[in-house]
Nanobody
């Protein structure tokens, strides 16, 4: 079992920044890849960024150059630094990982970017 708890969402004006955090607990020794997903109203959930325990990362094209994913293995926490936010970045952001073939999700944190 893995528990994921996100924090750091909020309301920000276009061009602003936010930092999301996701704290993992439970069977975290098995965690390799951790990712951030988002779901905008009326749209499917999509991968925003992911990172492995070895430090490799990948990003959705829409956020490259603006978002940075990082992790602190000592704190079992993954972060998403979001800069130059756009209204289209609005949505619920979820932290996720997969352990032993099972996908785990956090409860989500709302990010709203006003124009």
């Amino acid at each position: 079992q893995v528990q994921l708890v996100e924090s750091g969402g909020g309301l920000v004006q276009a061009g602003g920044s936010l930092r999301l955090s996701c704290a993992a607990s439970g069977s975290i020794f098995s965690i390799n890849v951790m990712g951030w997903y988002r779901q905008a109203p009326g749209k499917q959930r999509e991968l925003v960024a992911a990172t492995t325990s070895y430090g490799s990362t990948n990003y959705a094209d829409s956020v490259k150059g603006r978002f940075t994913i990082s992790r602190d293995n000592a704190k079992n926490t993954v972060y998403l630094e979001m800069n130059s936010l756009k209204p289209e970045d609005t949505g619920v952001y979820y932290c996720s990982t997969m352990v032993a073939g099972r996908r785990y999700w956090g409860q989500g944190t709302q990010v709203t970017v006003s124009s």
